[in-house]
């Protein structure tokens, strides 16, 4: 058995970085598959996860883009989507500034195909990461308007926005190692994107785990305290009785 603190860790270091490799960093926490990482890994596993609809997956790659040269009655139609995981700020007074994840843009390209600013989006989108629209750009194919112009911001520039701007386009990654209570309250969040390791496909009998389980030391507890060594116990015996149904059971 393994107990660890509770503890978090801001991964500044996906900042830097493309976002399928992001997205593969992230969701290869579930799976506890992160020894798999490396080089040429990141593409065939976003590939995976967009055709099979992982769609909480694609929630890690967040993109801002800004937009200009929509006319007042293309902004509306594009308002009237109610696009809810948007975020959209005017910019420059005639522009428009929009920060959404990779799955965001795809549902609004799967649920509003008629929608002239999203195909704009979606076709940037698709020029730059083909592997998460190839499967779902309409078989008429891609109409953006030639009079709008949409734009990567980039991360320094998103950085300079104002206060009020940047606590809505500006993302982070966190890390967190918390009970399974405590990502209950977590995930109640909405605003943000969330993963958790798999305990249904997560095996904690096998070599990659030290065949033991690992829980959360109790902040509550003293370490010499009769109530943690009563917690401790039952942790014991709830490890012991996991790795026997293992054996003959399935987590699934």
């Known amino acids: 058995?393994?107990?660890?603190?509770?503890?978090?860790?801001?991964?500044?270091?996906?900042?830097?970085?493309?976002?399928?490799?992001?997205?593969?960093?992230?969701?290869?926490?579930?799976?506890?598959?992160?020894?798999?990482?490396?080089?040429?890994?990141?593409?065939?596993?976003?590939?995976?996860?967009?055709?099979?609809?992982?769609?909480?997956?694609?929630?890690?790659?967040?993109?801002?883009?800004?937009?200009?040269?929509?006319?007042?009655?293309?902004?509306?139609?594009?308002?009237?989507?109610?696009?809810?995981?948007?975020?959209?700020?005017?910019?420059?007074g005639t522009g428009l500034l929009i920060t959404g994840s990779i799955r965001a843009f795809r549902e609004m390209l799967i649920f509003h195909p008629d929608c002239a600013l999203v195909h704009n989006l979606a076709a940037f989108l698709a020029r730059r990461h083909p592997y998460f629209f190839s499967t779902i750009i309409p078989e008429s194919g891609l109409a953006p308007d030639p009079a709008i112009t949409v734009a990567k911001v980039e991360l320094p520039e998103v950085d300079r926005l104002d206060a009020p701007q940047r606590e809505k386009h500006r993302f982070i990654a966190v890390k967190f190692i918390v009970n399974r209570a405590v990502t209950h309250e977590i995930v109640r969040?909405?605003?943000?994107?969330?993963?958790?390791?798999?305990?249904?496909?997560?095996?904690?009998?096998?070599h990659k785990f030290g065949g033991e389980v690992t829980f959360i030391k109790p902040l509550f507890f003293a370490g010499d305290s009769p109530e943690y060594a009563r917690w401790k116990k039952a942790m014991e015996d709830s490890e012991r009785t996991y790795l026997q149904l293992l054996a003959t059971s399935s987590p699934q």
């Open 1 to 92: 058995m393994n107990i660890v603190p509770p503890s978090f860790e801001v991964l500044d270091h996906l900042d830097r970085l493309n976002l399928a490799v992001r997205i593969e960093y992230c969701g290869r926490i579930c799976y506890k598959s992160e020894d798999q990482i490396n080089r040429d890994s990141a593409l065939p596993f976003v590939v995976k996860m967009a055709e099979h609809g992982h769609n909480s997956v694609l929630e890690m790659g967040v993109v801002t883009l800004r937009v200009s040269g929509a006319r007042a009655d293309l902004i509306a139609e594009l308002y009237a989507t109610q696009p809810r995981y948007l975020h959209i700020d005017r910019s420059d």
């Open 189 to 206: 969040h909405r605003p943000c994107s969330f993963l958790q390791e798999s305990q249904r496909y997560c095996r904690y009998a096998d």
